[in-house]
């Protein structure tokens, strides 16, 4: 692995050996030796993904293996973090139109709605309340005069039976007086 990586390097590229500055070809490559090769796998590098925000410090050995899971690795599709469940590679991300997004946005404007319109059912009820109140006092009202007209009624009765037994009485009279004037002209004649 680290012979191709070695390999490509040379290729794109003019190097020049660090000791005696000869051209290096990618022919003259030869595998390291087993030694070199586990003292280079021990070394600790950043990860590929560094200028993309991965602060990763990993062996050479298991840097293959962090790069392939890497989560800044910008080909790497990752979850949506709005939470709509869409798979993104970073670029997908920038041009990514949430759907989750502008579903939270329209609850968002429904529990503003809503509570408005508790509000306006909070002021109704409170109107309605006075409206019940003030009909409870006019009901007590007409509770009032219903017991008064009673009390008129039954005073009422008891003079109408007042006024008939005078009536009788009055009728006794007159027939009593009758009968005296009829003996008083019959005394009178008769003397
Ligand atoms: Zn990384
Ligand atoms: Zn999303």
Known sequence: MTITIFRNFVDNRQTTCPIDRNEIKSDDLKPASRLLNSFLNRLNIRCDFNEFGCNSIITLESLSAHVSQCNYNPEKAL?????????????????????????????????????NLEKILEKNNAFIHQRLEALEKKNDSF?????????????????????????????GLNTGILALEENQSLSTSNG
């Open 79 to 115: 979850p949506c973090e709005k939470g709509c469940g869409i798979l993104l590679t970073v670029k997908q991300k920038s041009g990514h139109n949430c759907v989750l997004e502008d579903i939270l946005v329209t609850i968002d404007n429904q529990n503003e709605r809503i509570a």
């Open 143 to 171: 509770k009032q005069l219903e017991i008064k007209y009673k009390l008129l009624e039954n005073k009422y009765e008891r003079l109408a039976s007042c006024v008939s037994q005078l009536t009788l009485n009055s009728s």
